[in-house]
């Protein structure tokens, strides 16, 4: 706590002058052409749209043949896909943690090999001694918000508004968790949802606003709370975080989208949710800050497959949520900036949703943390057309276990695990470890790891280097 302390009053006061570990060095911040003289350094507001459970397939910019998404559609038209994106684990807790922290979740304590995020009874929750992005830019006079599903921390320490942010509404779980004992059993809760069936709290703040979440109104009601949030921070910088709720099982919707979507139930929900991506958006252009805004829009982790039609799919990438094959952790990326992101571009270079932590400080003219290991790199140049990201190699975790390694076009595994579900739930351990080229074989289906013991041992000294330094934090989710 004192670190984190010490450095959001360093970060205040301007007196921090180096990088942390894996981190590029922080450019100046480009200068407003919209402030008086042209005086003032422009530090862009910074939109971060988060799904849950949402497949590398499921969007039709991405190749989905049957579910509209065309305000996605122009998103991407108008801005950047990423091809090559990871969030930085398979399932939702530690992706979450990943993400706001810019590190690997084994650092901060939030994974675990037992009990894979955090649950209704659980005790932990993301450390305070954590310097979360909401932190780092509300020190640098950001007005911030959490909007949606948390998965930090549902006991008042841990919940958003004690992380950084100025205000949360939203659920602090997933919308599948508190359980009524006389809900039907099984999955048939599942195929027919009613909001009777889950008993999620929705909080504003740190109180307790409805119980259960109305979760059809959830996606809309998210939405209009952010639009307004915009609205009201519009003559400030501001960071928006809305993490949606959505497409997690189980499946909800209002009124106005069901039945709307060849993909049935599921094909409604990310429809919506491409909706509400676009009325944010459209709120930005209103208030003519479409050119001082930067938003993400990307997901958690792959699809959840086991839940078959009501599940997304990973289109040509192998296996979903839960695994560390391509399709747990590659998501459909999108990056929207008018004026600065070139419209209609394609970054295939290799990044992570850790990776937005780096580039929103560099934005900003913030000093990332220097007393800790980030494993974050700034994509500023590359969303700007002017250089590539910096990222060389990239870690799948599933909990605790190291069981791959990304490097280049190659992907080296060390154990791999398939995706929830029936049959086999235990690692497999490879060794020697096998090795597929990506670029060339994104269904990793043929090793070609006996062709190429160069790269395997180069990978494995990568490995070795990375572990001589790694310093796990204990498990918060199995306090």
């Not at 190749?63 to 398979?90: C, H, V, W």
Request: glycine share 8%; proline share 7%.
């Amino acid at each position: 706590m004192q670190h984190r302390i010490a450095f959001l009053t360093a970060v205040a006061s301007g007196i921090l002058a180096s990088v942390p570990l894996m981190a590029e060095t922080v450019e100046p911040a480009a200068t407003d052409p919209k402030s008086a003289g042209g005086e003032k350094a422009f530090r862009p507001n910074i939109v971060v749209i988060f799904c849950d459970d949402l497949g590398y397939g499921d969007l039709a910019c991405f190749g989905n043949p049957t579910i509209a998404t065309p305000e996605l559609d122009r998103m991407a038209s108008e801005g950047m896909k990423f091809t090559q994106f990871y969030s930085a684990a398979p399932v939702c807790t530690p992706s979450r943690a990943a993400l706001l922290t810019g590190r690997l979740p084994l650092r901060s304590g939030m994974c675990s090999n037992k009990r894979r995020v955090l649950f209704p009874d659980s005790k932990g929750g993301l450390p305070a001694d954590e310097v979360t992005l909401a932190e780092v830019l509300r020190s640098q006079g950001y007005a911030t918000a959490c909007v949606g599903k948390w998965h930090l921390g549902h006991l008042p320490q841990f919940l958003p508004t004690q992380h950084g942010f100025d205000s949360y509404f939203g659920i602090p779980y997933s919308n599948d968790m508190d359980r009524v004992a006389d809900s039907p059993q099984g999955r048939a809760a599942f195929l027919d949802p009613k909001i009777g069936y889950w008993n999620v709290p929705l909080l504003r703040d740190d109180q307790v606003i409805e119980r259960p979440a109305d979760q059809r109104t959830m996606t809309r009601r998210y939405t209009e709370v952010a639009a307004k949030f915009i609205t009201q921070n519009r003559g400030q910088p501001f960071f928006l975080y809305l993490p949606h709720s959505m497409p997690h099982v189980p499946l909800f919707r209002s009124e106005t989208f069901a039945n709307r979507s060849r993909r049935g139930l599921y094909g409604d929900v990310i429809e919506e949710i491409d909706w509400s991506v676009g009325r944010i958006l459209e709120t930005l252009r209103s208030l003519q800050l479409d050119e001082r805004t930067l938003v993400f829009f990307t997901s958690d982790n792959g699809p959840w497959l086991i839940f078959n039609e009501q599940g997304g799919t990973a289109g040509q990438l192998r296996d979903g949520k839960g695994s560390t094959w391509e399709g747990g952790m590659r998501e459909p990326t999108l990056a929207w900036w008018p004026g600065t992101i070139p419209g209609g571009t394609v970054c295939r270079d290799v990044a992570s949703t850790m990776d937005i932590f780096a580039t929103a400080c560099a934005l900003a003219g913030a000093e990332l943390p220097t007393e800790r290991t980030l494993d974050s790199y700034d994509l500023s140049a590359a969303l700007r057309g002017e250089g590539k990201s910096s990222r060389e190699l990239l870690f799948y975790y599933r909990g605790y276990n190291l069981m791959a390694v990304r490097k280049g076009p190659w992907k080296l595994h060390l154990m791999t695990q398939d995706a929830y579900g029936a049959g086999a739930r235990q690692p497999v351990k490879h060794d020697p470890p096998i090795l597929y080229h990506l670029e060339r074989d994104p269904s990793e289906r043929f090793d070609v790891a006996a062709g190429h013991p160069d790269v395997v041992q180069a990978i494995l000294a990568d490995i070795a280097a990375h572990r001589e330094r790694l310093e796990p934090a204990e498990s918060q989710l199995e306090l």
